[in-house]
T-cell receptor
Framework: NAGVTQTPKFQVLKTGQSMTLQCAQD?????MYWYRQDPGMGLRLIYY???????DKGEVPNGYNVSRLNKREFSLRLESAAPSQTSVYFC???????????FGDGTRLSIL | RKEVEQDPGPFNVPEGATVAFNCTYS??????FFWYRQDCRKEPKLLMS???SGNEDGRFTAQLNRASQYISLLIRDSKLSDSATYLC????????????FGRGTSLIVHP
């Protein structure tokens, strides 16, 4: 049982480049989330999708877009990468509003 | 405004010690509570859910005090492998799909 799978695991971009981070879960969860975590800081929610067909902004959505492709997949896109977006990105899924989240093992993104 | 507060630590304890962490949450309507463990540069992993009656999983005991709005985690007989950051989470308030994570408490267990 793979749980939550993120690709790629590492990526280096130049300022202005675009890329999409992929996330897929096989737990039949309705809700999916994208977080970023910077050194010495907590998790910050970028976007979430409470259920297939819906997406909403979190705490730090600027510079990002998301797509809930189907129930399994939730992608995060950086249209024009900036050095401030250098971070570790975690995708998570949950079976409901009172259920725990399960995290992927992260994408380490550096923007030069 | 931070809704879940934790002492960042670090807590330095010898192997075999008992250590306790507390966490306070501000939203009294929170319905669900969890402790996660996060190793350096790794993803958070669910350690245990926290129930109103308290619950135990091996060396780990979690308690919830709704009146005072705090959650605790007790680790008995600490192991070197328990060294990590422990995240407290409160969620489900008003049907919200967004849980609130604390910033974590760092634990270092030394020989």
């Amino acid at each position: 049982n793979a749980g939550v799978t993120q690709t790629p695991k590492f990526q280096v971009l130049k300022t202005g480049q675009s890329m999409t981070l992929q996330c897929a879960q096989d737990m039949n969860h309705n809700s999916m989330y994208w977080y970023r975590q910077d050194p010495g800081m907590g998790l910050r929610l970028i976007y979430y999708s409470a259920s297939e067909g819906t997406t909403d902004k979190g705490e730090v959505p600027n510079g990002y877009n998301v797509s809930r492709l189907n129930k399994r997949e939730f992608s995060l896109r950086l249209e024009s990468a900036a050095p401030s977006q250098t971070s570790v990105y975690f995708c998570a899924s949950s079976g409901g509003e009172t259920k725990p989240q399960h995290f992927g093992d992260g994408t380490r993104l550096s923007i030069l | 405004r931070k809704e879940v507060e934790q002492d960042p630590g670090p807590f330095n304890v010898p192997e075999g010690a008992t250590v306790a962490f507390n966490c306070t949450y501000s939203n009294s309507a929170s319905q669900s509570f969890f402790w996660y463990r996060q190793d350096c540069r790794k993803e958070p992993k669910l350690l245990m859910s926290v129930y109103s009656s308290g619950n135990e999983d091996g060396r780990f005991t979690a308690q919830l005090n709704r009146a005072s709005q705090y959650i605790s985690l007790l680790i008995r007989d600490s192991k070197l492998s328990d060294s990590a950051t422990y995240l407290c989470v409160a969620g489900g308030a008003g049907g919200s799909y967004i849980p609130t994570f604390g910033r974590g408490t760092s634990l270092i267990v030394h020989p």
